[in-house]
């Protein structure tokens, strides 16, 4: 058997890469039809990823652990699951106010795959250890594969480089015992299933990924306090709406009332985290700085070591 045909009979046996029987007969569904099955089959993504809510929440601890020491997280894939990570990575600094060097993504085919197909660029394994080599990966970096079917060339490549060389490694992938799953530390496996649109893993698979990836982010950056409560404390103050929306995260985070709120805004530089340690600790914007700077920006510690 040559390379070429065993891997696709490996596609082939893939539970992502099956027959959807209630779509057998998609084409010749209603508009009703059709938008009903797929949101039947939507409805069933949030239980295939809260069998993986354990390994979810392990990959979160890993992450919180290498970026308090400096680590970066590093998204790699390809196609649709290279362009899940770009997103999440391009979400992070704006949502929490980060370093953009923290979070990053490594996508097969470059920038220009993000707007158009360069799907060809999977399968090129030294492309994929030219990129992860130029991160220079090491002890604290966490490098996160993302691939639907688990076996892409690429992914796998950017891992077992990554992990050669200290990182540590996470496979996110929607079928179990795969080459991703066996090259990372650990694995994350959402098993959705067969897609409406037989082979199209931006479905199902795309959006159980990307709840998973909004979970392990949003996750991680909270247990490192860049959020306070539940509130987004570390938003950017770019334009009128988001000055608007750190007011109103001062008035919820500090009790303050919304001039009170505004004037510490102001008088913070315009820094959300600022403004809220000087309002709950009833310091200057010097103390809660330097307040902030020794807890490493977790909020909720910098307000008690304000407090001292």
Not at 31 to 54: G, H, K, M, W, Y
Not at 73 to 78: F, N, P, Q, R, T
Not at 285 to 303: D, E
Request: charged share 20%; net charge positive; proline share 4%.
């Amino acid at each position: 058997m040559t390379r070429t045909r065993k891997a696709k009979s490996d596609l082939r046996r893939l539970t992502t890469e099956q027959i959807l029987p209630a779509a057998t007969d998609l084409d010749r569904m209603s508009s009703l039809e059709i938008v009903r099955l797929i949101n039947e089959q939507d409805s069933t993504i949030a239980t295939a990823v809260a069998r993986a809510l354990p390994q979810i929440a392990h990959a979160i601890d890993v992450i919180v652990a290498g970026l308090r020491h400096g680590g970066r997280l590093i998204y790699v894939g390809a196609g649709t699951s290279g362009r899940l990570g770009a997103l999440d990575a391009s979400e992070i600094p704006p949502t929490f106010n980060t370093d953009p060097r923290t979070v990053q993504y490594i996508m097969a085919g470059g920038a220009e795959a993000l707007a158009s197909s360069t799907e060809a660029s999977e399968d090129d394994t030294s492309l994929a250890v030219a990129e992860i080599k130029k991160r220079k990966p090491r002890k604290h970096d966490i490098v996160l594969g993302i691939a639907t079917s688990g076996r892409t060339p690429f992914t796998i490549a950017a891992i077992e480089y990554a992990r050669s060389h200290g990182a540590r490694t996470i496979a996110l992938t929607c079928n179990r015992n795969s080459p991703l799953e066996r090259a990372a530390d650990f694995a994350i496996v959402t098993e959705v299933g067969p897609e409406v649109l037989a082979g199209s893993s931006r479905m199902k698979a795309g959006t159980a990924h990307k709840m998973v990836l909004n979970m392990i982010s949003t996750g991680a950056m909270t247990r490192l306090g860049y959020v306070y409560g539940n509130l987004m404390v570390n938003v950017w103050t770019k334009n009128e709406k988001l000055v608007q929306r750190a007011v109103r995260i001062l008035e919820e985070a500090t009790g303050a009332d919304q001039d009170a709120a505004t004037c510490a805004l102001e008088a913070s530089g315009n820094r959300t985290p600022v403004a809220v340690v000087m309002l709950a600790a009833g310091v200057p914007r010097s103390q809660a700085a330097a307040a902030l700077k020794k807890s490493k920006g977790h909020v909720r510690q910098a307000i008690a070591i304000a407090k001292k």
